[in-house]
Every structure is written in structure tokens, then in C-alpha cells.
């Protein structure tokens, strides 16, 4: 079975590492790259899909700014890899699931926001859940 590629784009490499080693426990194989602010987010996107490694999913944080030194927030990002591939599947996975700036990141086109309260092991179900239906 060929990994499935995921792109975490998070300012926090405290979250990130949090993120890789619980899909690491996945049924499936996945690899995991990560960007710490939204420009190398769009750019790791690119770079991963001119080399044949297009991610099956993007993870997207909503607030990229706080801790990183990067200028976009997630809704940006995302708006800037759904230019590259409309066909991008982004979820947004934030502590601000309940406002009108979650909203606005699935009206961009992501395509759900999941709460960064729910249990790691939720999580990496959902996650399955999402790369089993590409």
C-alpha cells in the first residue's frame, strides 16, 4: 500500500510533533510534512506535488501568525493552495472551531474545521476516515 501523504501547515512544532506521532499510530502508512507559517505551506504544496508526492490532505491551522513568523492565516493559505490545485482536500484543525473565522475558511473551500478539543485517537480516526475515501 503506498503512503498516504499528509501536509500539516501549524505555526506550533510542539502541535505538529503531536500531529505526526499520533498518525503515526494510523492502520495506514502516512507520511508526514509539515510548514511552520502559510507561505510554506503553499510552497511545500507545490514542491511535494511537482514531485509526484501531491498531499492527500492538508491540515491546516486557522491562526499562523501567533507563533510563527509568517504573514497569512489559514484562510489565506488555504485560498493560495486551492490556486494551485482546486482539488486540494484542506481541513482546518483549530482551537477557534467556533467562530465566524472558522466559517470563513470552509467558505474558501476548506472542506470541514475539527476541533482541536476532540481525543487524539477521534482524530486519527477522522483522519483515516477522510484518507480512506480519496
Known amino acids: 500500500m503506498d503512503k ?3 501536509l500539516v501547515v501549524d505555526d506550533e512544532e510542539t502541535m505538529q510533533d503531536l500531529i505526526r506521532r499520533n498518525l503515526s499510530k494510523c492502520s495506514m502508512p502516512i507520511a508526514v510534512y509539515s510548514a511552520l507559517t502559510g507561505e510554506e505551506g503553499v510552497e511545500r504544496y507545490r514542491e511535494l506535488t511537482e514531485k509526484g508526492r501531491k498531499p492527500d490532505l492538508v491540515i491546516m491551522d486557522l491562526n499562523l501568525t501567533q507563533w510563527g513568523s509568517g ?3 489559514g484562510v489565506e493559505t488555504t ?3 486551492l490556486e494551485l490545485d482546486p ?3 484542506i481541513y482546518g484543525y483549530t482551537a477557534w472551531f467556533a ?3 472558522a466559517k470563513k475558511l470552509k467558505d474558501v473551500g476548506a472542506k470541514d474545521v475539527i476541533e482541536r478539543t476532540v481525543l487524539p485517537s477521534e ?3 477522522m483522519v483515516e476516515d477522510i484518507l480512506k475515501n480519496k
Open 99 to 101: 467562530t465566524a473565522w
Open 79 to 81: 485560498k493560495r493552495i
Open 4 to 6: 498516504k501523504v499528509v
Open 123 to 125: 482524530f486519527r480516526k
Open 87 to 89: 482539488d486540494a482536500e
Open 71 to 73: 504573514d497569512i492565516d
